[in-house]
């Protein structure tokens, strides 16, 4: 069974930056897509970026140019850049595999 440590969240100001980890342990990345999710106060979870087996990087709308998503198949690290944040990106993000894999979930905030 995959396990995963998440590390990296915290609390910033208003254009600030933070890098995500997620590190898996029973596991193998190379064979899975994989994904950051976020759970905003009052929201449901969303995905926010996701990264397929070919390397190929996706985003929502609302971080794109401020967010980078990358995962390095060899340390089975998953992590996300966070640049330029904003108040609206606070909130709960996970590390998720395909198809029904989660992390545990790490606080992003975003204040001034």
């Known amino acids: 069974q995959v396990h995963f440590v998440e590390f990296g969240g915290g609390s910033v100001q208003p254009g600030g930056s933070l890098r995500l980890s997620c590190v898996a342990s029973?596991?193998?990345?190379?064979?899975?897509?994989m994904a950051w999710y976020r759970q905003r106060p009052g929201n449901q979870r969303e995905v926010v970026a996701s990264?397929?087996?070919?390397?190929?990087?996706n985003y929502v709308d609302s971080v794109k140019g401020r967010f980078t998503i990358s995962r390095d198949n060899v340390r089975n690290t998953l992590s996300l850049q966070m640049n330029s944040l904003k108040p609206e990106d606070t909130g709960v993000y996970y590390c998720?595999?395909?198809?029904?894999?989660w992390g545990q979930g790490i606080q992003v905030t975003v204040s001034s």
């Open positions: 029973g596991s193998d990345f190379r064979f899975y897509d």
């Open positions: 990264i397929d087996i070919g390397q190929r990087p």
């Open positions: 998720h595999r395909a198809p029904d894999s």
